[in-house]
């Protein structure tokens, strides 16, 4: 197959180890929710844009597993805490055969971070694509939290635009008596 980077042939990846080594090394991108909660990001939304594009389709899934490698994976094996704290992605269900946020909270597994999947659900499921921070707030996505027991967490998303979606979510858990560590997404729309 052909690298989606740089077109050479890849025999066993999508994107060759060179174009992995030479584009997709996360950095750390921080910002703030409204709310205070830290969200942690590793990649600017213009360097992997067409990589993101593939969500909804049979590439996604081996492209989302590949940046979860890259990123996810690699900041569970660093991270280090007091006591186990469990990751929860936002909204995981699963379209299109996968959930991309399942790919992404399954690579943060570690001695640490215990993965819980299937406990933050959206009642509303509009598409925010594109849509302005006032179609965001007029159409809250209501979210179920499912029982887990770990109190310390970190929620899990793919892409933070206005932060509308993070904020809810974490205030749902909050709700719960939920102490939200931070937020981790792969990449952060915001041009800071």
């Not at 269900?93 to 570690?110: E, F, M, Q, R």
């Not at 959206?122 to 996505?141: I, M």
Request: proline letters at 2%; charged letters at 25%.
């Amino acid at each position: 197959m052909k690298c989606l980077l740089c077109e050479n042939y890849s025999l066993t990846q999508h994107i060759c180890k060179k174009c992995q080594q030479e584009f997709l090394q996360p950095s750390l991108y921080k910002r703030k929710l409204q709310n205070g909660i830290e969200v942690l990001s590793f990649y600017r939304y213009k360097e992997i844009k067409p990589l993101l594009f593939t969500k909804h389709t049979d590439l996604g899934f081996h492209i989302y597993r590949l940046l979860a490698k890259l990123s996810m994976k690699k900041f569970a094996q660093e991270f280090q805490w007091q006591d186990k704290v469990a990751s929860i992605a936002v909204d995981d269900t699963v379209k299109n055969g996968y959930s991309h946020t399942a790919i992404l909270n399954k690579a943060l597994k570690s001695t640490t971070i215990t993965p819980r999947f299937n406990k933050l659900r959206a009642q509303n499921t509009l598409s925010y694509s594109g849509k302005s921070r006032a179609f965001r707030k007029a159409n809250p996505r209501n979210f179920i939290v499912n029982e887990f027991k770990e109190k310390e967490i970190i929620v899990v998303d793919d892409i933070i635009t206005t932060g509308t979606t993070l904020h809810e979510a974490t205030q749902s858990l909050i709700q719960r008596d939920k102490e939200i560590l931070f937020c981790l997404t792969l990449t952060d729309v915001s041009k800071r």
